[in-house]
């Protein structure tokens, strides 16, 4: 009874004759509005206002593999002319919905901000699950992997990946000092140990 030790072992408990059941861990499809607004905003390319964040949600959130495309196709497209009058190839999606959800740096380059909105969605839909799973495992502390991507992990990313921090407290998404949001990717690792 292998379990058996191992329950002993790591619960300093005398096992019961059978295993507890285990109930499988119900992923996260929907996260709170204010949670959406604030990974939408942070990136720099989206107002947040409740329209918007309405639209992010109803373009790409009950997608599981959602791309920049799925949200600048939702809604009525722009014709060829307006495109090309916006400088943008005239075979590009764009919507009118769309680019009303985006701020000056948004529409600076509207294909690429689709590609980084939908990817914050995603990052704290991610994150959520990571930590949900570990929490529902019993994992009380993780450990906070910085970045390595091509602007390299921010300050603040690397100040809390010195300690554990308890799952309730861990980041979902880039930190609020992040300077490069748009980038950054919060990975955890779970700790099963403080010594």
């Keep these: 009874m292998i379990w058996r030790d191992l329950f002993n072992l790591f619960t300093g408990r005398e096992a019961p004759d059978a ?3 285990w109930a499988a861990y119900e992923p996260v499809t929907v996260v709170p509005d204010e949670e959406v607004r604030a990974a939408l905003v942070q ?4 107002h947040g206002r ?6 992010v949600k109803a373009a790409i959130g ?3 593999f959602a791309k920049g495309i799925d949200l600048r196709r939702h809604g009525t497209q722009l014709d060829k002319p307006t495109l090309k009058a916006m400088k943008v190839r005239p075979t590009a999606m764009l919507t009118a919905e769309y680019l009303a959800i985006l701020t000056p740096a948004g529409l600076a380059d509207p294909i690429e901000a689709a590609q980084f909105l939908t990817s914050a969605y995603q990052s704290l839909i991610a994150g959520t ?9 019993g994992v009380q502390f993780v450990e906070v992997i910085p970045n390595n991507t091509a602007a390299g992990p921010c300050a603040a990313c690397l100040k809390m990946a010195q300690k554990p921090v308890p799952v309730a407290e861990a980041p979902t998404g880039p930190l609020p000092e992040c300077p490069h949001p748009t980038q950054c990717v919060i990975r955890t690792k779970s700790v099963f140990s403080l010594s």
Aim: include cysteine; hydrophobic fraction near 35%.
């Design 19 to 21: 295993p507890p059941p």
């Design 43 to 46: 990136t720099g390319l989206c």
């Design 50 to 55: 409740d329209g918007d964040v309405a639209f």
């Design 62 to 64: 009950g997608t599981a």
């Design 129 to 137: 699950n990571a930590l949900g799973r570990a929490e529902h495992a």
